[in-house]
């Protein structure tokens, strides 16, 4: 027992060769200590102190730009990216100047049909693109943009066209291969969409080459199928999925909410089974308590389908829109209940079953 205590206390972290022991990591902590106080002595320091007149904290100009300014004794917003007038310039790459960029978005062939991408549950894809094509912050020239935006459609590419996964990651690659802001930046201003649950899994080199990128994408949690995520909390962005335009838009929506003294339901789920325990489970009960739980078992074609408005009027038909996970974490009708005022659940099917008792 002596010697293994012996040992602990002697045993010596190796670096480089450099040996780092017990009194480096104090030096390092009271380092840590001081620079904190030194930062907090400045920050109380007497606005006297300080020049009354507009001067810059920095000698010099980083990255063409101004980062701060005292004004009255108190920093100003930095002149561009962030405060109350945002300024950020973002480079939208054009489907003509690289090759390889139109398959990823109309396919092989050249024939997929952008608009019914725009309209699916992925049409984020699509939708973001085009926002950001005719925004204010889009910048055509490279040397002066913030962010590079890639435009890729691969998921509707992959569903109209049959683009396999191995297609789709060659293509990525021949793609990235020609920007030089890429590769000079190591990706980390490049922002890409990923709108399904498979998320950057689809290009299946992204820990490779697009480790360092931004990603925007419905879903944050790729653990359970793929066993490691592609998203990261520090660069990248959970966004919606897409919602047809018509529930969104401003005026009179496709289908207004109904009160709640006028729904019929106590709750609904209205989805294909997908053979998942979960989506099977509802359906039996909605066929035990068809007063209580809307759950017909759906196809992707007539006359088991629901069509949008369809949809949408049964939607808002229940107090509750039940929302079990899909093959994926993430489910569209999430977002869509918001639009008809539904509150929504992960459901429990032994949790109903008490409930419908009652």
Avoid at 311 to 325: D, M, Q, T, V, W
Wanted: glycine letters at 6%.
């Amino acid at each position: 027992m002596g010697t293994l205590n012996s040992y602990h206390r002697t045993k010596r972290i190796w670096h480089h060769g450099t040996p780092c022991t017990n009194t480096h990591q104090i030096g390092a902590l009271l380092l840590i200590v001081a620079t904190l106080f030194i930062n907090r002595l400045w920050d109380h320091l007497p606005s006297a102190l300080h020049n009354n007149s507009q001067c810059s904290i920095f000698n010099q100009d980083r990255s063409h730009r101004k980062l701060a300014h005292f004004n009255g004794g108190y920093p100003s917003w930095p002149e561009r990216g962030y405060g109350s007038h945002l300024s950020l310039k973002i480079y939208v790459y054009d489907e003509n100047e690289i090759d390889g960029l139109k398959p990823l978005m109309y396919g092989k062939e050249g024939v997929v049909d952008v608009d019914i991408c725009y309209q699916g549950q992925w049409g984020t894809q699509v939708k973001i693109h085009r926002l950001l094509l005719s925004s204010r912050f889009r910048t055509r020239k490279k040397e002066e943009a913030d962010f590079f935006f890639v435009p890729a459609y691969v998921k509707c590419v992959h569903m109209l066209e049959g683009l396999t996964e191995e297609e789709i990651n060659q293509t990525y690659v021949e793609v990235l291969s020609q920007m030089p802001y890429f590769r000079r930046s190591g990706g980390r201003d490049h922002i890409f969409v990923f709108p399904s649950g498979n998320g950057a899994h689809f290009f299946t080199s992204w820990k490779t080459f697009l480790n360092r990128s931004i990603f925007l994408t419905p879903e944050g949690d790729r653990t359970d199928n793929k066993n490691s995520s592609s998203f990261h909390t520090w660069k990248d962005i959970i966004i919606p999925g897409n919602v047809h335009d018509e529930m969104t838009k401003n005026g009179a929506a496709l289908v207004e909410p109904l009160p709640l003294s006028k729904r019929n339901y106590l709750a609904n789920y209205l989805g294909r089974a997908q053979g998942l325990k979960g989506r099977l489970q509802l359906i039996e009960l909605a066929r035990q308590y068809p007063d209580k739980l809307e759950a017909p078992d759906l196809k992707h074609d007539p006359p088991d389908k629901l069509f949008k408005l369809e949809y949408f009027e049964h939607l808002r038909n229940a107090k509750f829109c039940l929302i079990p996970r899909g093959l994926s974490s993430w489910t569209l009708r999430f977002y869509e209940s918001f639009f008809v005022v539904c509150p929504h659940s992960h459901s429990h099917s032994l949790s109903l079953f008490v409930l419908f008792q009652f």
